[in-house]
């Protein structure tokens, strides 16, 4: 069965750094998502993107982070300058479609997280 | 915007126990999923069950789209169905989803 796949499994580094977090998401998917987990709470929904653009991102999608599709198979969120705050595990999704009609709308397939630590 | 409830929180149990886990949602939703956290933190989807009810070996789910709830049942619990449960909607045009605080089930031996 196909999956999203996520590298690396833990990132650590020093706060100030950039990161880029990657993921391979399902080969015929479109819509990409990333999310984030803070230990001990609960999964927080990052930006999805569609076609090359941002379709929705979040308050906590600020301007130290990015994402880019740079070739035909890889999803990828940069953290420029990464605080310590950032630490969490982040979660990258993708979809075959979702046209947002009630009852259209596909199942979000969730990698297996990286987790980031900041020092 | 919508509001994800879950209870109870924690829940601690026998192995071979039953347990019923509830989600709670403020707004109609496109779409609902359970998800188990392994211990491992690793995200596993369980159902994409935004209504009726389905099953799964000894999991099952139900969704009442109208009145805004789904069940996760979990029957003969294992110890390896410890970690937490995640209910997770999505609701708006753009496809984000929302995530209930989740369930925390410890199975003791």
């Known amino acids: 069965e196909p999956e999203v796949t996520q590298t690396p499994s833990h990132q650590v580094t020093q706060m100030g750094q950039e990161v880029i977090l990657r993921c391979v998401p399902i080969s015929n998917h479109l819509y990409f998502y990333w999310y984030r987990q803070i230990l001990g709470q609960k999964v927080e929904f990052l930006v999805s993107?569609?076609?090359?653009?941002?379709?929705?991102k979040s308050e906590i999608f600020d301007d130290q982070f990015s994402v880019e599709r740079p070739d035909g198979s890889n999803f990828t969120l940069k953290i420029r300058s990464t605080k310590l705050e950032d630490s969490a595990m982040y979660f990258c999704a993708s979809s075959e479609v979702s046209l947002g009609i009630a009852g259209s709308t596909d199942t979000q397939y969730f990698g297996p997280g990286t987790r980031l630590t900041v020092l | 915007g919508i509001q994800v409830e879950q209870s109870p929180p924690d829940l601690i149990l026998q192995e071979g126990a039953n347990s019923t886990l509830r989600c709670n949602f403020s707004?109609?939703?496109?779409?609902l999923q359970w998800f188990h956290q392994n211990p491992w933190g690793q995200l596993i989807n369980l159902f994409y069950?935004?209504?009726g009810t389905k099953q799964n070996g000894r999991l099952s789910a139900t969704t009442v789209a109208t009145e805004r709830y789904s069940l996760l049942y979990i029957s003969s619990s294992q110890t390896t169905d410890s970690g937490v449960y995640f209910c997770a909607v999505e609701y708006s045009s753009a496809s984000k989803i929302i995530f209930g605080s989740g369930t925390r089930l410890s199975i003791r031996p």
């Open positions: 707004d109609s939703v496109n779409n």
């Open positions: 069950i935004p209504s």
């Open positions: 993107f569609y076609n090359n653009e941002i379709s929705e």
